[in-house]
């Protein structure tokens, strides 16, 4: 942990080599992606976009063997480590892993420390904290989907491993800004089937939430998990919201106007065709 202005943030090295959530790889990273995450992450930080930070970045003595663009052309690249920084790391896969091993003791104390630790509005002695835990994380979940939209940033691989419980945006990897307006534009080359594509963002979202939701629900009761439902539903709703008003900021208009989400969709549609 790292203590400044009465903050705490965690630490974490990335490229240093293989931990135990290595898996099959050998935990190295390469100087390229390296310094992308570097200036990605301090640039998305400028822009107002709840994120992790990079604090420092040393080049490496070791040559890593990389198959950029997955077409089976692997080359020597120098190495690197990034030191990051984060409020915290957890993600929702933290919690979808204990409750899919069953390990629903530990998922609790686990749950338990992370409200007490990030969560601060909300009481460890409610009954419902669990469900104010879930509405936070979806409202705010839906809030930094939206602030990636209103810059065209595609995060590359939005998976439940790669979504912070805090919602920031968290592991850089093949992530992307669009150039022009494409629903369909794809960061990744080795998405061959566009399940990450920035207009799907939002989707992946509540798909995430929903595995989130399952991850909680061992610990609700049934009226719990009912609210917890409906609070699912209006993901929807919070993004939609959130969206709209950063796009008429954007455009400046001021108040409510019905005819304010029609030019917004005729604005994008006319970007799509230039």
């Known amino acids: ?19 135990p959530y290595s898996r099959n790889g050998d935990g190295r990273a390469v100087l390229r992606s390296s310094v992308r995450e570097f200036l990605c992450s301090e640039a998305m930080h400028h822009l107002g976009i709840p994120t992790s930070r990079a604090a420092s970045l040393v080049v490496s003595d070791d040559d890593v063997w990389r198959d950029q663009f997955y077409n089976g052309n692997i080359k020597k690249e120098r190495g690197a480590i990034v030191l990051r920084l984060a409020k915290s790391w957890f993600r929702i896969g933290s919690l979808e892993i204990l409750a899919h091993s069953g390990e629903l003791d530990l998922l609790r104390r686990l749950l338990d420390f992370i409200i007490q630790e990030h969560f601060p509005s909300i009481a460890m002695n409610d009954s419902n904290r669990y469900v104010e835990f879930f509405s936070t994380v979806v409202s705010e979940t839906a809030n930094l989907i939206s602030l990636w939209m209103s810059v065209g940033f595609a995060h590359g691989v939005c998976n439940t491993d790669n979504f912070s419980l805090l919602s920031i945006t968290i592991d850089y990897g093949p992530f992307g800004f669009m150039d022009s307006y494409d629903p369909n534009f794809v960061p990744n080359t080795s998405d061959d089937e566009r399940r990450y594509k920035i207009g799907n963002q939002a989707n992946v979202g509540l798909f995430n939430l929903s595995k989130l939701l399952q991850a909680l629900k061992p610990l609700l009761d049934p009226r719990q998990k009912q609210l917890a439902s409906q609070i699912l539903e209006g993901y929807g709703e919070h993004y939609y919201s959130r969206f709209t008003e950063l796009f008429k900021t954007k455009l400046g208009l001021l108040g409510e106007n019905e005819n304010d989400n029609y030019l917004i969709a005729f604005l994008l549609k006319v970007s799509l065709l230039c």
């Open 1 to 19: 942990y790292f203590c400044r202005h009465g903050e705490r943030w965690e630490l974490q090295l990335k490229g240093s080599g293989k931990t």
